[in-house]
C-alpha cells in the first residue's frame, strides 16, 4: 500500500508562515472553532483497546478516566491535516473559503 498524501487548509498567510518556517502549524485546542473539540468531558477512556494506549499502564488510564480534566484544552495543540483537498467544508473551517491547501 502506497503512502496517504494528506492536506493541511490554511488561511493565505497562515500558509505563507508554514512555507516560510518549513513546518506544520499547530493550534491550541480553545482555538478550534467547535467548543466541544477535545473537551475532556466527551472522552470515554473506559474501553480504550490495548494497542492504543502508547505504553500507558491501566493506572494511567484509569486516573485519566477518574480526573479528566488533568490534561486541560489550553495543554492540547493539534495539527489538523485531510484526505481530501477539495472539502467545501474544510474550506470553511479552516480558511473561510480563501486560502490554500498544502500537500
Avoid at 25 to 45: G, R
Avoid at 58 to 86: A, G, M, N, Q
Wanted: glycine share 6%.
Amino acid at each position: 500500500m502506497g503512502a496517504v498524501k494528506l492536506y493541511k487548509y490554511l488561511d493565505f498567510n497562515g500558509g505563507l508562515m508554514m512555507l516560510h518556517y518549513s513546518n506544520l502549524q499547530f493550534t491550541n485546542a480553545t482555538q478550534l472553532n467547535d467548543p466541544f473539540d477535545c473537551h475532556p468531558s466527551l472522552i470515554d477512556f473506559s474501553n480504550v483497546p490495548k494497542e492504543a494506549c502508547g505504553g500507558w499502564t491501566p493506572e494511567i488510564i484509569e486516573e485519566l478516566r477518574r480526573d479528566p480534566f488533568r490534561r486541560t484544552r489550553e495543554e492540547v495543540w493539534i495539527c489538523s491535516l485531510s484526505k481530501i483537498y477539495d472539502s467545501i467544508l474544510m474550506w470553511s473551517y479552516y480558511s473561510k473559503h480563501k486560502g490554500i491547501c498544502l500537500s
